[in-house]
């Protein structure tokens, strides 16, 4: 019997030995899962907006003008030949770039009659500030408020094209001013919903984009442009925006986020028939 009571004795005191080991490392785990989800939170700023910085470029293109943003700048690209009140593209490019590697990107438009304002991100380039959706949001009101003011610009035909996170951009300003249309390129529904395909917690985060919620309200002219084989935003993110615009013009490529062919011809189209 008095061995039996010491068994049990030992058997006890190894049972909560091991359930303190085991509560040791659930705690141990929780603190390192806590760790790397404050991490995430702190620093997604760097992970969405991976800003190159470059210095202003010592020579501009003779038909660029740098305008001044608050925070921030763009550069407006008048038409290649006398065609006043002009329509305007204003266009926000994709992560990784700056918008001194487009300036030569847009002949084509200028040549068929249209200007171009070409906005920089605060943060990105030798823009100040720090890119996030409030001063990205800031940067492209002002940029619409320069723009339509300008006395070489028609301001009823002022049309938002973003590409890639610069569709977040795009949306932003045809939620808050009154563009003539929208054009969104390799971009996605919803940034929440691109962060979960991804991985990552997206209740963690800061900066909603929805296009999806902003083209559903949309009441003018959508055009959309998307390659079918995007393995950074799937194609089925331009899907779920094709299903809920109202008027829509969809062009399809077989081509992934960074190599798909620039058809301004097909967007000249769209301009031709749907911005009047």
Known sequence: MQRLRLWLAQWTQHKRTGVKRIMSSILALLVLLGGLLWLIYAFQGHLLYPAPQTPPPATLPSHAQKLALEQSYAYLMLPA?????AAAVIFTHGNAETAEMWLGEFETLREAGLAVLLVEYPGYGHAGG????????????????????????????????????????????????????????????????????????????????NNLEVVAALEVPLYLYHGKEDDLIPFAHAQQLAAVAKDLTFHQEACGHNDCPRHWGRFLVFVEHKVK
Not at 172 to 199: D, I, N
Request: hydrophobic content about 45%; glycine content about 6%.
């Open 130 to 209: 720090s890119p996030n959706l409030s001063s990205i949001k800031n940067t492209m009101l002002a940029a619409f408020d320069a723009i339509s003011e300008h006395p070489a610009i028609d301001r009823k035909r002022i049309i938002a094209y973003g590409r890639s996170i610069g569709g977040g951009a795009a949306a932003l300003l045809a939620k808050h001013r009154p563009v003539a249309a929208l054009a969104l390129e390799s971009t996605f529904s919803t940034l929440a919903q691109l962060v979960k395909e991804k991985g990552f917690p997206s209740f963690l985060l800061k900066d909603r984009y």
């Open 81 to 85: 030949v006398d065609h006043q009140p």
